[in-house]
C-alpha cells in the first residue's frame, strides 16, 4: 500500500489546524493525499498553515454557529464534499485552576472553546456525511478524560470529559450510516499551548512528566499520525472508541526505573 495515497482526494477540515496538533495533522493528512481546509481564529497563521499544505483556510470563531456552518459549508463548496472532520480547537487558560479558584467566566470560557465547539462543527459535518453516507469524525478529548489529576484544570478536564462522551454516542448513533466518529485521547504533547504552560509552574510539569512510562512528552507529529490513521480506511472497524495515544500514562500504576 502507498500510505502518501491513503488518503487520496479526501476533503479533511481542521479546527486548530495552525499551530501545534491541528497543524502537524494538516501536514500529515496532505502529505497522506487529502484536500486540507483549516478552520482557525488566527488568520496569519492560518493563511500560512494552508499554504504550506496546498490547502485552503477559513477563518473561523468555533463557538459561534454561523462562523462553523460557514467552515464546513464552504470546504463542500469549494472541494466538493467533506470526508474527515478534525475537531481539534481547544485552549487551556491560566484561569482554568482548581474548583475552588476558577470563577464562573472562565469555566464558561474553556466549555465553550473546547467542548460547545466540537458539538457545533460535528453537528455541521454530519450535515454533509449523512447525505454520503460516509465519513470520519474525530474529537480532540485526553487523557484527563479518563483520569483524575491532583494538578487540577477542572474545567477542561470536564470539557474533554464531555467530548469523550458525546463522540462515543455519535459512533453509536451513526455507524450505520457509514460514519465513524472517533475520541481522540492525547497523553501530555509538547505544544506551545502546554510549553506555555509549564514554563509558567516547572513543578506542575514534573509532577505530569514523572507519571508517563516513556518518559517523555508526545510530540504533535505523533498525534497526527494517530489521526492519519482514524480518517483511513484503516480504521474501518474503529468507531466510538477512547483512541488513547498516550505514553502508557492511563495504564501505569508505577512507571519504570
Not at 492525547?186 to 506542575?204: C, I, S
Request: proline share 4%.
Amino acid at each position: 500500500m502507498d500510505l502518501t495515497q491513503r488518503l487520496r482526494d479526501r476533503v479533511a477540515v481542521i479546527t486548530g489546524g495552525a499551530s501545534g496538533i491541528g497543524l502537524a495533522t494538516a501536514h500529515r493528512l496532505a502529505a497522506e493525499g487529502a484536500k486540507v481546509v483549516i478552520g482557525d481564529v488566527d488568520p496569519i497563521a492560518g493563511e500560512a498553515a494552508a499554504q504550506a499544505v496546498d490547502g485552503l483556510f477559513v477563518k473561523v470563531d468555533v463557538t459561534d454557529k454561523d462562523a462553523v456552518d460557514n467552515l464546513f459549508d464552504t470546504a463542500a463548496a469549494e472541494l466538493g464534499s467533506v470526508d474527515i472532520a478534525f475537531n481539534n480547537a481547544g485552549i487551556s487558560p491560566a484561569d482554568d485552576d482548581s474548583i475552588e479558584i476558577t470563577e464562573l467566566p472562565a469555566w464558561e470560557r474553556v466549555q465553550d472553546v473546547n467542548l460547545k465547539s466540537v458539538y457545533l462543527c460535528s453537528r455541521a459535518a454530519l450535515r454533509h456525511m449523512v447525505p454520503q453516507q460516509r465519513g470520519s469524525i474525530i474529537n480532540t478529548a485526553s487523557f484527563v478524560a479518563v483520569l483524575g489529576s491532583a494538578t487540577s484544570q477542572i474545567s477542561y478536564t470536564a470539557s474533554k470529559g464531555g467530548v469523550l462522551a458525546m463522540s462515543r454516542e455519535l459512533g453509536v448513533q451513526f455507524a450505520r450510516q457509514g460514519i465513524r466518529v472517533n475520541a481522540l485521547c492525547p497523553g501530555p504533547v509538547n505544544t506551545p499551548l502546554l510549553q506555555e504552560l509549564f514554563a509558567k509552574d516547572p513543578e506542575r510539569a514534573q509532577r505530569r512528566l514523572i507519571h508517563i512510562p516513556v518518559g517523555r512528552f508526545a510530540e504533535p507529529e505523533e498525534l497526527a499520525a494517530a489521526v492519519a490513521f482514524l480518517a483511513s480506511d484503516d480504521a474501518s472497524f474503529i468507531t466510538g472508541s477512547t483512541f488513547l495515544v498516550d505514553g502508557g500514562i492511563s495504564s501505569a500504576y508505577v512507571t519504570p526505573l
